[in-house]
């Protein structure tokens, strides 16, 4: 559809919301997280931009800060009956524009593999690919209990040095709240362990093995359940393969702690890692090691002998959401197993998505 109205880009304000929400409401099959973000995003530290015409937003974006210097873009939405206007472009040029003017050093988004659009969009305008994340999809039904002989806590501030002399051999960038990610660095990893966001694994001598980036639970509102299905997002692992895997197990554990205080489904966790991370090889280990456990459980023959640990134990949540072993027996949990999940891999591979960067220089 051709609109010769003029099209202003300006900041975005509450009563903008209605039109925001009817516009976006169809932009996957499952809906848009935009328009329920949209009123958080004004109450938070965020610029949030709209394409305005004839007094009616056709377009939206918003900007957030999570590190020092660094602008994170995401939630780039234009009518369908005003794209391929240049709207994108405008709206991106004013991200920019402020951002600089707000100091960040660097602005980043991630886009989606297939998402060629976008990402000809992005490339127009001078974003870079730095990186390639891959998420998988865990569902915590299916993992076995297991007493793990290493200890998960949350990683204390003052130890954000020793996890990044650890850290910078595996990764490049740190998964932050809600999707974003900003560059490693040991002040980086103490901002995101000042808000108890920062997960590690330890030896009993204290000496820490693995970590990652535990994000907070979401619902599902795409369920098929009446109940509300639980989500976690865990990201940028680094470290050994046993502590990784203890980590996931300690994750699972505090998504069904979760669950059950809500009285939902923990559906997914959804961990992601960079392509070139050794974390990734690890994790497919880790997801074979699984699925053999898994087999064990539903008493296939064959995988007896290559499950890692007999199947004794019996699986209980404490307060810290570890699994332990008294909530439920064996048996109970093999009937679950056989019931839920036939053919249902426990871990297995989703989404790819492009991290870009666009660097903020004066001279641009």
Known sequence: ????????????????????????????KYGDYVGDA????????CDVWVADIGGIPVGVTCVDYPAPGEAWFQGM?????????GIATMLTQACIKEARERGARIARAVIDFDNYRSIGLAGSIGFKQVAELIEFDVYPELLIPYEPELAVTRLEPHRAAEAWGLARKDIRYIGTCYGE????SPDNLRLVAEKGYLLIAQAESGELVAGALLDDCYEDDHTEHSEPGLEQE???FFGSLEGIRALIHHAAGALYREASRRGGIPRRLRPSVEAKSPALEKLRQIAHLERERLKAARGTPDSKSTAEHSLTTEGKLTSEGRL???????TEHESKVQRKSQGQPVIETGDV????????????
């Open 1 to 28: 559809m051709s609109n010769t109205q003029s099209v202003i880009i300006r900041k975005a304000r509450l009563d903008d919301e209605p039109h925001i929400r009817e516009f976006t409401k169809h932009t996957f």
């Open 38 to 45: 949209f009123a958080g995003w004004l109450g938070a530290a």
């Open 77 to 85: 939405r234009v009518h369908p009956d005003y794209r391929r206007q």
């Open 181 to 184: 990610w900003i560059a490693l």
């Open 234 to 236: 865990i990201t940028s």
């Open 324 to 330: 332990t072993a008294d909530d439920e027996s064996t």
């Open 353 to 364: 998505m492009l991290l870009w960067e666009y660097p903020l220089r004066i001279s641009d």
